[in-house]
């Protein structure tokens, strides 16, 4: 079905996993994408394989953590579109590690994309969603914003910040008639965390699926189309999100309880004994 043939959607992180899933996925619904992150190989193929399709991408060149460049990306949206109907943000670095060995450039790096990112997209952003006659905004957070894990601090802490500035801006935006959607995905295989996925920093207990990235993706066009605010990815596990982020002491207890020796494994790789 094609029913988004009027539709400008812009993919912020549009050239891999989860936001290459999306721009397809908008693409096949017949809306012209056009996908934007740094790397130019992985941005002109994924516009390819959508263009092979007999669809519609264009590609820009930009970093979230420069608000020149997000502006200049969004000035020619408008110049060459004249407007925008759907922003998805999908940008995010990923890093595990003990909180007493972290790299400190990483951390802020992550901060500067996951969350500084967000922001800087959003300000440049905003005239030209106006302009838009859907008016959508999806940012994706993650799953541990709610259910937060071990060794996730410097990852976790740009999804918790996120997770506010977004709790806050729909409200900001909701008197224009603009949808802010908050998607948030358990584990995905993409190429974000394909070498720490299983290892032993990222433990994952009973229950927790690693999901492909087209489910996320459906989960995208989900809140465009529902103007739903939150979304838990897989569906089934929702209700045990909202309990985790109200009740944080049972994620804890999930995790004690569903990883074999779960303090040794804890103690291993901090190196030192807990108190
Ligand atoms: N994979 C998971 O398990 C998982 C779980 C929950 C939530 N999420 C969230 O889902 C979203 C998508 O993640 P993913 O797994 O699809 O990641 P991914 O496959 O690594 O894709 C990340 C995309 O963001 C772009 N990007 C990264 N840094 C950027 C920057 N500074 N400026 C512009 N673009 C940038 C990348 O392209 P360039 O590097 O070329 O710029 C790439 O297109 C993220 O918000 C992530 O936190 C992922």
């Known amino acids: 079905m094609r029913n988004m043939v009027n539709d400008v959607v812009a993919v912020i992180g549009g050239s891999s996993g989860i ?14 994408v056009v996908l934007i992150a740094r790397g130019t190989d992985r941005l002109r193929e994924t516009a390819a394989e959508i263009q092979n399709q007999g669809r519609r991408a264009d590609v820009m060149k930009a970093d979230v953590a420069s608000l020149d460049e997000m502006r200049t990306a969004a000035e020619r949206i408008k110049a060459t579109y004249g407007k925008l109907d759907v922003l998805i943000y999908s940008a995010a670095g990923f890093y595990l590690s003990p909180v007493e060995t972290m790299d400190l450039t990483v951390a802020k790096q992550l901060m500067e994309i996951n ?3 967000a922001l800087h997209t959003t300000q440049a952003f905003l005239p030209v969603i106006r302009k838009g006659e859907r008016k959508s905004m999806v940012y994706i957070s993650s799953l541990s914003a709610q259910c937060t894990p071990p060794f996730f601090t410097a990852y976790a802490a740009t999804k918790h910040a996120l997770r506010g ?4 801006l729909r409200q900001e935006l909701r008197p224009e008639g603009i949808h802010v959607g ?5 584990p995905v295989q993409t190429p974000l965390i394909e070498k720490d996925l299983h290892q ?8 927790i699926p690693v999901l492909k990235p087209e489910s ?7 809140s465009v189309k ?9 569906a089934r596990i929702a209700a045990a999100a909202r309990l985790a982020a109200a009740f944080p002491s049972l994620v804890e207890t999930y995790y004690r309880l569903s990883i074999p020796g779960w303090r040794k494994h804890i103690e291993s790789l901090v190196g030192r004994r807990p108190i």
């Open 19 to 32: 936001g290459k899933e999306s721009a397809k996925l908008f693409a096949d619904q017949g809306a012209q």
């Open 115 to 117: 969350y500084w990112g």
């Open 165 to 168: 500035f977004l709790l806050s």
């Open 182 to 186: 908050m998607v948030s995905p358990g």
């Open 200 to 207: 032993d920093m990222y433990r994952l207990p009973f229950g």
């Open 216 to 222: 996320a993706a459906k989960a995208v066009l989900r």
């Open 226 to 234: 529902t103007r739903k605010g939150d979304l838990v990815v897989p």
